[in-house]
């Protein structure tokens, strides 16, 4: 859904659109279009990246293949969509497993529009826990993130050997609706989702080894993951 509704927007002036087909379900369902959970109310993870996908300053990935091999040649092309024109610095970051920086690009551009911001081009090593991670910041915030897998022979494969991983949730005294999230374990915890009673921003988020960041979330939340060892609830 999220690469259906950034590659439709990159062709702005050339295609007006596209439908999406069921956009709540009336079932438990962890495969579909639907954006919102059976209840109607609680927001999936493609809420969030449609959201961003649908907003008027935002930034994306055209690629071909989420699977790369040890030693082959990735490429990819980085796009500002700047509806109202208000212009931005973008930082184009290649992260691996553990963190480390495989490559940075960074772009000022103060046009209105769709406009690409450049080519991210380099030779793919061999990343730790098999994956690599391609960050897209707008004005030091990070906005989009897109997940490579290296090898070729399942996709996702190692995203799916990832170990379970805990992360640590405090919500801080100011301003009271911040929670400071941290992952002090050598995995990555990917698709931090938090659910509650108020809105979260941002969600369903990714944490690199290491690496800590603040949500704004108010009321009870609770935290899900695609690998988190158990859930956590503030």
Not at 30 to 55: G, I, M, R
Not at 63 to 75: E, I, L, M, R
Not at 197 to 212: C, Q, R
């Amino acid at each position: 859904l999220r690469y259906a509704s950034e590659s439709t927007r990159r062709r702005e002036g050339e295609a007006a659109g596209y439908i999406i087909w069921m956009g709540n379900e009336p079932f438990p369902n962890p495969c579909n279009t639907s954006v919102l959970e059976f209840d109607n109310t609680t927001p999936k993870p493609a809420y969030y990246a449609l959201q961003n996908a649908y907003s008027n300053l935002f930034a994306s990935l055209r690629y071909d293949t989420v699977c790369y091999p040890a030693g082959s040649s990735f490429h990819a092309e980085a796009y500002l969509h700047d509806i109202l024109g208000a212009g931005a610095a973008v930082d184009v970051t290649v992260l691996d497993g553990a963190g480390k920086e495989l490559f940075h690009m960074a772009q000022d551009c103060r046009e209105k529009g769709v406009r690409k911001i450049g080519d991210i081009d380099f030779i793919v090593p061999s990343c730790e826990k098999n994956l690599f991670f391609v960050r897209l910041s707008i004005n030091g915030v990070l906005n989009n993130q897109y997940i490579f897998n290296v090898g070729s022979e399942k996709p996702f494969g190692a995203l799916r050997a990832l170990a379970d991983t805990t992360v640590t949730a405090k919500r801080q005294d100011i301003p009271g609706e911040e929670i400071l999230l941290s992952n002090d374990s050598d995995t990555p915890a990917v698709g931090i989702l938090l659910t509650g009673d108020g809105a979260v921003s941002p969600n369903y988020i990714t944490l690199l080894p290491g690496e800590k960041r603040a949500v704004s979330a108010k009321g009870t939340v609770t935290l899900h993951g695609y690998n988190l060892l158990k859930p956590i609830t503030l």
